[in-house]
């Protein structure tokens, strides 16, 4: 069965950095785009940043040029640089990744448990 787990997030001041880490585990044949959303309170959960597997990312407008995305093909991760925090980064975030379990199924949607980051003002 595949997982994905998270690692990271906490508090961090306003103006400040986090990272953080997302480790896809189980029966993984190829891993496609992987990416991290979040849900801020009341709010409907939101991309944030996606990597395609061959190498391409994309980013919302809100975190363009403050965050970076970086993943390990080899050891199916995928990364969060946060620079330049904001209050307003405040979330749950949400590792996702479609991967195949074997050559001939089709890909899957998985979803990490979420992680926590408090950015204070």
């Known amino acids: 069965q595949v997982q994905l787990l998270e690692y990271g997030g906490g508090l961090a001041q306003a103006g400040g950095s986090l990272n953080l880490s997302c480790a896809a585990s189980g029966r993984i044949f190829s891993v496609g785009p992987m990416g991290w959303y979040r849900q801020a309170p009341e709010k409907e959960r939101e991309l944030v940043a996606v990597?395609?597997?061959?190498?391409?990312?994309s980013y919302a407008d809100s975190v363009k040029d403050r965050f970076s995305i970086s993943r390990d093909i080899l050891k199916n991760m995928v990364y969060l640089q946060m620079n330049s925090l904001k209050p307003e980064d405040t979330g749950v975030y949400y590792c996702?990744?479609?991967?195949?379990?074997?050559?001939?199924?089709?890909?899957?949607?998985?979803w990490g448990k979420g992680t926590l980051v408090t950015i204070s003002s």
């Open positions: 990597s395609l597997h061959s190498g391409r990312a």
């Open positions: 996702h990744a479609n991967i195949w379990e074997s050559e001939l199924a089709n890909a899957k949607e998985y």
